[in-house]
């Protein structure tokens, strides 16, 4: 693979993508890593519509964290996104790590997502 790391990461979720799909029935989970945040969307994509949100930005998740890209951040973010999802009435998801590596921040918030009643 030759290019940035942006570019190598972008073809990997390109790849992941082929095989991913959100449906109604199970929705995809995507998450979006920055410097300075962390984002999750549960996503259906067969309507072409974001079911669920949540991410460091928000008031209520961002409330007492000393940083908004730790560990701790991604497991606050992990346990909303399955919170707000639950309420909506999912329960069961695909999983899209968007090419990134299922390592430190990306794990936090999968496992606290699981952890608050979302499986995949």
Partial sequence: MSGSKTDQRVRRHQRLRRKV????????????????????????????????????????????????????????????????????GITSVVFDRAGMRYHGRVKALAEAAREAGLEF
């Fill in 21 to 88: 799909a959100g449906t109604t029935d199970r929705p995809r989970l995507q998450i979006q890593r920055s410097l300075h945040h962390l984002y999750a969307f549960v996503v259906d994509d067969s309507n072409g519509h974001t079911l669920v949100a949540a991410s460091t930005r928000e008031k209520d998740v961002a409330a007492g964290l000393a940083s908004r890209t730790n560990l701790e951040a991604a497991k606050k973010v992990g346990e909303t996104i399955g919170q707000k999802a639950k309420a909506a």
